[in-house]
């Protein structure tokens, strides 16, 4: 079922190699020219060292580049599954994702526009970010309402004319505070008394620099504002766009994102394996080359065990991850409802656990920024929250499982 076809396997053996390479030698380096430049949160002043397009362009050159996209010509004709590999190799970096054009939120826009985009659309938007030129941004997250249930959500999309009028503030948009931001898909309520209450909703194209869109900050996560990429708030205040800047026609924005978010829970689950692989083995290394009481340290109190259990449940996760997956590929997203909701809640807690106990086992320097243990504590925790927290999963999978015996969450058999 997991067997990988020679065109997928070569991909995952140069990708392992370009990593090893190419961006583990310079990756603390660049992180520390990131930290020391982009101090604070005026997003304005943030940049990318020159690093990264040298990085960019190598990994363009190898065919290493747009792998997440199943098109043969745009991206590399990998299915979900075989992608899933590479997301996995590409977690336990964080710079790598970014390398080979396949990080989030680009990832899962440029999918979005792939597949529900005007080739005027595809033209002005996916070519530049497939080419890496520019980088875009998703507004879906309100502050004022329980994000958690998206028809919640406050802000609007109105048609007058032959115009889009939007209003609304957003936050927790990833990328909003990267230099090459030039687009932002904007999700807003296009209300509709002839349509269901999940077709009311329209994603829309936005450039940044339109009039009346304004970035009011920058959201801290854990104190550190993850720069110069950033999760912003930023305001739309009666926006203009034209009407042809609907992606889909309007009130299509659920169907829209439910084709945006399966695909893209597979490659955060499968970083997050990723991660929690590396953390594993910097735990074992630090625990095995400190000594505390004439022992190393991993061989006092049970953190033995703790290796053990960490091996055990990140094998789970990879194995689950890849079964719906590969559900996605053969019966599509519908028949993989509850493995994507379930992995979506076992994942971020594998490497949550995983790297608290690499943390630990380093002591002070766990806590520090010498290794990546606690950005990828950051992004575990941050995962049991984006593209619905944990709850609204667990729910889901409820609600499968009950229909499955021939009940309903309101009806009895």
């Given at each position: 079922m997991?067997?990988?076809?020679?065109?997928a396997?070569?991909?995952?053996?140069?990708?392992k190699?370009?990593?090893?390479?190419?961006i583990?030698?310079?990756?603390?380096?660049?992180?520390?020219?990131?930290?020391?430049?982009?101090?604070?949160?005026?997003?304005?002043?943030?940049?990318?060292?020159?690093?990264?397009?040298?990085?960019?362009?190598?990994?363009?050159?190898?065919?290493?580049?747009?792998?997440?996209?199943?098109?043969?010509?745009?991206?590399?004709?990998?299915?979900v599954?075989?992608?899933?590999?590479?997301?996995e190799?590409?977690?336990?970096?964080?710079?790598?994702?970014?390398?080979?054009?396949?990080?989030?939120?680009?990832?899962?826009?440029?999918?979005?526009?792939?597949?529900?985009?005007?080739?005027q659309?595809?033209?002005?938007?996916?070519?530049p970010?497939?080419?890496?030129?520019?980088?875009s941004?998703?507004?879906?997250?309100?502050p004022?309402?329980?994000?958690s249930d998206?028809?919640?959500?406050?802000?609007?999309?109105?048609?007058?004319?032959?115009?889009?009028?939007?209003?609304g503030?957003k936050?927790?948009?990833?990328?909003l505070?990267?230099p090459?931001?030039?687009?932002?898909?904007f999700?807003?309520?296009?209300?509709?008394?002839?349509?269901?209450?999940?077709?009311q909703h329209?994603?829309?194209?936005?450039?940044?620099?339109t009039?009346?869109?304004?970035?009011?900050?920058?959201?801290p996560?854990?104190g550190?504002?993850?720069?110069?990429?950033?999760h912003g708030?930023?305001?739309?205040?009666?926006?203009?766009?034209?009407?042809?800047?609907?992606i889909?026609?309007?009130?299509q924005?659920?169907?829209?994102?439910q084709?945006?978010?399966?695909?893209?829970?597979?490659?955060?689950?499968?970083?997050?394996?990723?991660?929690?692989?590396?953390?594993?083995?910097?735990?074992?290394d630090?625990?095995?080359?400190?000594?505390?009481?004439?022992k190393?340290?991993?061989?006092l109190?049970g953190?033995?065990?703790?290796?053990?259990?960490?091996?055990?449940?990140?094998?789970?996760?990879?194995?689950?991850?890849?079964?719906?997956?590969?559900?996605?590929d053969?019966l599509g997203?519908?028949?993989?409802?509850?493995?994507?909701?379930?992995?979506?809640?076992?994942?971020?807690?594998?490497?949550?656990?995983?790297?608290?106990?690499?943390?630990?086992?380093?002591?002070?320097?766990?806590?520090?920024r010498?290794t990546?243990?606690?950005?990828?504590?950051?992004?575990?925790?941050?995962?049991?929250?984006?593209?619905?927290?944990?709850?609204?999963?667990?729910?889901?999978?409820?609600k499968?499982?009950?229909?499955?015996r021939?009940?309903?969450q309101?009806?009895?058999?």
């Amino acid at each position: 079922m997991f067997q990988l076809t020679a065109h997928a396997q070569n991909f995952v053996e140069r990708i392992k190699k370009f990593i090893e390479n190419e961006i583990e030698p310079i990756e603390a380096d660049f992180w520390n020219e990131v930290h020391q430049s982009n101090i604070g949160s005026d997003w304005t002043k943030w940049q990318w060292p020159a690093q990264l397009e040298i990085l960019k362009t190598k990994a363009k050159t190898a065919g290493l580049w747009n792998m997440f996209l199943p098109d043969e010509k745009l991206g590399q004709g990998l299915t979900v599954q075989e992608y899933a590999y590479i997301a996995e190799l590409t977690g336990r970096s964080l710079l790598a994702p970014i390398i080979f054009n396949c990080n989030a939120p680009d990832s899962g826009n440029m999918e979005l526009l792939w597949r529900f985009g005007t080739e005027q659309q595809k033209q002005q938007w996916l070519m530049p970010l497939l080419d890496g030129k520019i980088r875009s941004v998703f507004c879906m997250t309100e502050p004022d309402v329980a994000s958690s249930d998206a028809t919640n959500m406050q802000a609007t999309a109105i048609v007058v004319g032959d115009e889009i009028v939007l209003n609304g503030r957003k936050w927790w948009s990833s990328g909003l505070g990267d230099p090459n931001a030039k687009i932002i898909i904007f999700m807003a309520h296009t209300p509709d008394n002839t349509k269901d209450r999940h077709h009311q909703h329209s994603m829309v194209l936005v450039p940044i620099e339109t009039a009346g869109v304004k970035i009011e900050r920058m959201l801290p996560v854990f104190g550190d504002y993850d720069a110069p990429h950033g999760h912003g708030e930023v305001s739309f205040d009666n926006v203009r766009v034209p009407v042809e800047n609907f992606i889909g026609g309007a009130g299509q924005g659920f169907e829209i994102a439910q084709s945006r978010l399966g695909p893209g829970r597979i490659h955060h689950c499968m970083r997050c394996i990723g991660a929690a692989e590396k953390s594993l083995e910097l735990m074992i290394d630090r625990g095995m080359q400190r000594t505390a009481f004439g022992k190393e340290i991993l061989k006092l109190g049970g953190n033995l065990e703790r290796v053990a259990e960490a091996r055990v449940a990140i094998d789970q996760a990879r194995l689950l991850t890849l079964y719906a997956a590969y559900k996605m590929d053969t019966l599509g997203n519908m028949a993989a409802l509850t493995e994507i909701s379930a992995i979506k809640v076992v994942a971020p807690k594998v490497l949550e656990m995983v790297v608290d106990m690499a943390i630990q086992i380093h002591g002070g320097a766990g806590l520090s920024r010498d290794t990546f243990l606690t950005s990828f504590f950051a992004q575990a925790r941050a995962l049991r929250l984006a593209d619905g927290p944990d709850e609204v999963h667990k729910a889901m999978i409820a609600k499968l499982e009950l229909a499955k015996r021939g009940y309903s969450q309101r009806h009895k058999k």
